[in-house]
């Protein structure tokens, strides 16, 4: 049996995931500058600031999404087996991303500037650009998964689980409508919100799993 004390510690994670995501979006990413060459925007303390705490964001969430799945382990059956390991799957990928721009990229911008510029040179997507799709894309559909069969258990808290979803979506559909970053920033606080209230849910969940 999973000793309670894992969930309080999971959800706690989970929690702190959900508030960084909420902080980094609301007080850093509106303060990045718009139409800067990406080599300067790359060595500033605001770049490092922001990419450093989405690396703790992930690392957190990694932990997080251990305990939202074990927690309701036996009323998701395999379908929900699934969604946390492409959802932790997800999760590393991007921590992997996040913690590459933090410090890969970043030093490739301060020592090499023209570089980071060529990037982006060429016909189709780079494979920095594949790779952050690629990242983006199995981190999506994974915590989409995992959110709705918490949603569908009816464990943890619904509504929670169910502002992860609006926020997923709402990140690529709000983008090109509002035509700048308060599009991604709306959407990511959405999901921030559903994160950070999974996390209390299963936190305080903890000494009704060790009865049950």
Not at 170 to 194: E, R, S
């Amino acid at each position: 049996m999973v000793p309670p004390g894992f969930y309080r510690l999971t959800g706690a994670c989970l929690l702190l995931a959900g508030l960084f995501t909420v902080a980094i979006n609301l007080f850093l990413t509106t303060r990045m500058p718009a139409g800067r060459p990406p080599a300067e925007v790359s060595i500033s303390a605001l770049f490092l600031w922001r990419q450093g705490g989405s690396c703790v964001a992930v690392l957190l969430l990694l932990a997080g999404s251990m305990g939202l799945y074990l927690r309701q382990a036996g009323r998701v059956g395999r379908f929900g087996a699934v969604a946390f390991a492409i959802a932790w799957l997800g999760s590393a990928m991007t921590m992997a991303f996040e913690w590459a721009e933090t410090f890969l990229l970043r030093t490739v911008a301060l020592r090499a500037p023209q570089a980071v510029a060529a990037i982006d040179v060429g016909k189709g997507p780079s494979p920095y650009d594949l790779a952050a799709v690629i990242a983006a894309g199995i981190f999506a559909v994974g915590w989409l998964l995992l959110a709705f069969v918490t949603w569908r258990a009816a464990v943890l808290h619904r509504a929670a689980a169910l502002a992860v979803i609006i926020g997923l979506f709402a990140i690529p559909l709000l983008q090109p409508l509002l035509h700048d970053m308060w599009g991604a920033v709306i959407g990511n606080v959405i999901l921030g919100t559903g994160w950070t209230g999974l996390g209390v849910a299963l936190a305080r969940s903890a000494d009704a799993a060790a009865v049950a």
